[in-house]
């Protein structure tokens, strides 16, 4: 059995999602407005905050917060959607994202949260596609957009003018409430600290490697059916705890390695024919789809 989601709400979580060997995600305008119009829809539906998100030519990474446990759905109806709405708009019939499910990993503490904001919105200079990171022509949100909002339009292609989806929805990037005492100014001051040091240091990668950037211009003339010229990297670690601090981490890690404990035996007794097995608190799949016994929460 594949490793079960730990799923309870009140978590910030960084996720991520890869494409199947294409750029289908590159900087073009109906691209956009359809990640950004889903996302927040999806985001309103099931009680998702985003605080950050930046969208690569082949996958994607999103600071946010799930306030009700529902960041399975929330995923599952998101990439789904574009998916199919992109797979129309390219004229193909394939899978689009990669077979792996979505990556989950769960900031602890503010030092963390930072990092993986600073990790997120570096991701256009680390890849050496622009050397500075605010002018990515894709989507990227800015230290400037956080705790901002914006309208977007519903696409013209894929959805029905008369279906159910909403002419226009709010995306808006709220500030994490690890960071509500401190204001918006100061996160938005940090972070741009951050994203700057970072820059050099990417920049310094390069002269080192005799490397130069792709630049915005080439980055919007690329094919969608291209692949990316990196290798993904296989049977690497998945940690799904982010944590600077090693007491913090390892608190995290015996709790998670505790309901995994606790999931397989639920499972192995479900298995073996005993259906009023109670799951542990934080089970999705069994509970949702098997209609299986869940702990309440204590």
Not at 89 to 105: H, M, N, Q, V
Not at 221 to 226: F, M
Not at 241 to 263: G, K, M, P, T, W
Request: hydrophobic content about 40%.
């Amino acid at each position: 059995m594949t490793r079960p989601r730990y799923v309870v709400p009140g978590y910030v979580e960084v996720c991520s999602r890869t494409l199947e060997r294409r750029l289908a995600l590159l900087p073009r305008t109906q691209v956009k407005q359809l990640m950004r119009y889903v996302f927040a829809y999806a985001a309103q539906k099931y009680g998702i905050s985003i605080h950050a998100l930046c969208v690569m030519g082949n996958h994607y990474h999103m600071l946010l917060y799930d306030g009700r446990g529902l960041l399975p759905r929330f995923m599952s109806l998101a990439n789904g959607l574009i998916a199919r709405a992109l797979n129309s708009r390219y004229e193909r019939d394939d899978k689009f994202w990669s077979a792996d499910s979505y990556g989950a990993l769960r900031p602890v503490d503010r030092e963390d949260l930072l990092r993986r904001y600073t990790y997120i919105l570096t991701n256009p200079s680390a890849a050496n596609l622009v050397r500075y990171n605010h002018s990515y022509p894709g989507i990227w949100s800015g230290p400037n957009t956080i705790g901002r909002a914006s309208i977007v339009e519903r696409p013209d292609y894929f959805f029905k003018e008369d279906g159910a989806m909403p002419q226009c929805v709010t995306l808006e990037y709220e500030v994490p409430e690890l960071f509500s005492n401190m204001g918006r100014d100061w996160l938005c001051s940090e972070v741009t600290r951050r994203i700057a040091l970072a820059e050099k240091a990417h920049a310094a990668d390069r002269r080192r490697a005799g490397t130069t950037v792709i630049g915005a211009r080439r980055l919007k003339q690329a094919r969608w059916d291209e692949r990316p010229t990196s290798k993904e990297q296989w049977f690497t670690v998945d940690p799904g705890i982010a944590s600077h601090d090693v007491a913090a981490r390892v608190a995290a890690i015996r709790e998670l390695q505790r309901f995994r404990d606790a999931y397989r035996e639920a499972w192995i007794a479900w298995r073996d024919g005993d259906t009023d097995v109670e799951f542990p608190r934080g089970s999705y799949w069994m509970p949702t789809y098997a209609h299986a016994r869940c702990r309440a929460p204590s």
